[in-house]
């Protein structure tokens, strides 16, 4: 949520800024101190900032803890294969953080980055323009209730020995340990339950499908509340249209 206010916020004081057209006439930068001082993540200014050795990708400490739990990460921002091991405290940028001060977005005082996110959490215009913020309305209105059961899309099943609850590490794992010769043409599991995927498509070569299609978890990095909600928007107006 505050992401999506931040970014309303960013275009709107550009377009009051920005000056009239005319001859010599700049415009307004987009980007200011606090913007590059976020995390690419969260979009908010680095909390507990922590960076990765092998690319120099700086995140929130807990922003990156979700792929520090896979079994291979890949940085999530250029997706390079990196050593958990190998992620240390940036003290550099933590030193950036509490030299540098930005205006807030709600009350334009000028705050020191590093106390950036506990101004913002307490500024009383902040909430004001918060609750003043566009609502979501879908494209296409429906009555139709939104479905409230969610796939698991945590565990799998293997498509071959029907081994069950294999998050999708194991199933990759599970598959090149047991059926690396197997020559049956199987329905990916991990595609299936996704909201795209085709149960009843078939992978003519199901390991090299998923060494190549799934290098890392679909939930590592999708909302799936966002993701529901956008598929199943899309699906209505594709039906509407249909009809």
């Given at each position: 949520?505050?992401?999506?206010?931040?970014s309303?916020?960013?275009s709107?004081?550009?377009?009051?800024?920005?000056?009239?057209s005319?001859p010599?006439s700049?415009?307004a930068?987009?980007?200011?101190i606090?913007?590059?001082?976020?995390?690419?993540?969260?979009?908010?200014?680095y909390?507990?900032?922590?960076s990765?050795a092998s690319?120099?990708?700086?995140?929130?400490?807990?922003?990156?803890?979700?792929c520090?739990q896979?079994?291979?990460p890949?940085?999530?921002?250029?997706?390079?294969?990196?050593?958990?091991k190998?992620v240390?405290?940036?003290?550099?940028v933590?030193k950036?953080?509490?030299?540098?001060?930005?205006?807030?977005r709600?009350c334009s005082?000028?705050?020191?980055?590093?106390?950036?996110?506990?101004?913002?959490?307490?500024?009383?215009?902040?909430?004001?323009?918060?609750?003043?913020?566009?609502?979501?309305?879908?494209?296409?209105p429906?009555?139709?209730?939104?479905?409230s059961n969610?796939?698991?899309r945590?565990?799998?099943?293997?498509p071959f020995?029907?081994a069950?609850?294999?998050?999708?590490?194991?199933?990759?794992?599970h598959?090149?340990?047991n059926?690396?010769?197997?020559?049956?043409?199987?329905?990916?599991?991990?595609c299936s339950?996704?909201?795209?995927?085709?149960?009843?498509?078939?992978?003519?070569n199901?390991?090299?499908h998923?060494?190549?299609?799934?290098?890392f978890?679909?939930?590592t990095?999708v909302?799936?509340?966002i993701?529901?909600?956008?598929a199943l928007?899309?699906?209505?107006?594709?039906?509407?249209?249909e009809?």
């Amino acid at each position: 949520m505050m992401a999506m206010f931040r970014s309303f916020v960013s275009s709107t004081q550009l377009r009051q800024q920005q000056p009239s057209s005319g001859p010599g006439s700049l415009a307004a930068p987009a980007e200011g101190i606090e913007s590059q001082f976020s995390c690419p993540i969260c979009l908010e200014v680095y909390h507990k900032p922590v960076s990765i050795a092998s690319c120099a990708h700086t995140f929130c400490g807990e922003c990156l803890q979700p792929c520090l739990q896979v079994t291979s990460p890949l940085c999530p921002l250029c997706r390079v294969p990196f050593d958990p091991k190998k992620v240390e405290r940036s003290s550099s940028v933590e030193k950036q953080l509490a030299s540098y001060k930005a205006p807030c977005r709600g009350c334009s005082k000028k705050v020191t980055l590093v106390k950036m996110r506990s101004h913002i959490a307490s500024c009383s215009k902040v909430h004001e323009q918060i609750a003043n913020c566009p609502k979501f309305v879908p494209v296409v209105p429906t009555s139709q209730p939104i479905p409230s059961n969610i796939p698991n899309r945590s565990t799998f099943v293997c498509p071959f020995c029907g081994a069950r609850n294999l998050d999708q590490q194991e199933l990759v794992n599970h598959c090149m340990d047991n059926h690396r010769n197997d020559p049956n043409k199987v329905v990916c599991p991990v595609c299936s339950a996704m909201p795209w995927g085709d149960p009843s498509y078939k992978s003519s070569n199901f390991l090299q499908h998923l060494l190549h299609r799934h290098k890392f978890s679909y939930d590592t990095f999708v909302d799936y509340s966002i993701d529901e909600e956008a598929a199943l928007q899309a699906a209505l107006a594709l039906s509407l249209a249909e009809n």
